[in-house]
C-alpha cells in the first residue's frame, strides 16, 4: 500500500517536470536557455517516472530494466547537452538581448591574447 | 511593427497559451474517465506536441537539434509508463535502444553543426 503511494507520487512529479520543462522550451528566448530549461526533463522528469515505476515493480525483470534505463540516460544526457551547447557556441549563434554576461567568450579572447 | 501591435501580440499569445492548456487539463481530469496512467500519457503527448512546435518553427538549427534530443527523453517515460500499464517488460526495451539513438543522433548533429565531418 504505501510501496504504491510513493510510486503514484514519483511518477506523478516526473510527469510535472516534464511539462515544465517542456514549456520552458516553448517560451524561453534563447538556444542556451531553452537547453537549460530543458534538460531539467531528464534528471527529475524521465528519471523520476523510471523510479517511480521501480519502486512499483520492485526487484522483477521490468524493475533491473528500469534502473538500466536510469543509469543509462544520467551518463549520456549531460554529454549531449554539453555538446550541443559547445557546437552552438562555436558556429556563432548569438546569445538574446537581454543576456548580462558571455563568460565562454571572454575566456576565449583571453586564450588567444 | 511599433511597439502597441508588439504589446498586443504578447496578450493574444498568452491568451491562447492560457486558454490551451486550460482546456486540454479541464478535459484530460474532469471529462475523460480511464485509469490514471492514460491520464498521464495524455499528458506526455501534449508534451511532444510542444516539442514538434519547436522543432517545425524553430529559428536556429540548434533548437531543433535540442527539440529532438528531449523527445527521446521523453519517450523512455513514455514507454515506461506503457510497460506499467500491460504489465510487459519488453517495452523498456524499447525506449532503451530509443535513448541509444537518440544519443548518437544528437551527437554526431553536434559535430555536423560544429563544422567538422563525421571521420573527425
Redesign the interface.
Known sequence: MIREIVGMVLILIGVTFDFLGVLGLVRLPDVYNRLQASTKCVTFGSAGILLGAFVLQGFTNFGFKVLLGIVFIFLTSPVAAHAIARASHRSGIKLSDESVADLYQQDHELKEE | MNNNQKIRWRVVRWVIGFLGIGLFMYWNFFVYSAL?YYK?IN??F??ML??L??VVFGP?P??R???V??LG??M??LT??L??IY???FF??I??IW??MS?IA??A???I???RSLDD
Do not use: P, W
Open positions: 490514471i498521464l499528458i506526455m501534449f508534451c510542444f516539442i512546435f519547436r536556429t540548434a533548437d537539434i535540442i527539440a534530443d528531449i527523453v521523453l523512455i517515460g515506461a509508463l510497460g506499467l504489465n510487459q517488460s523498456m526495451d525506449g532503451l535513448a541509444l544519443f544528437s551527437l548533429y553536434a559535430k553543426l560544429e563544422g
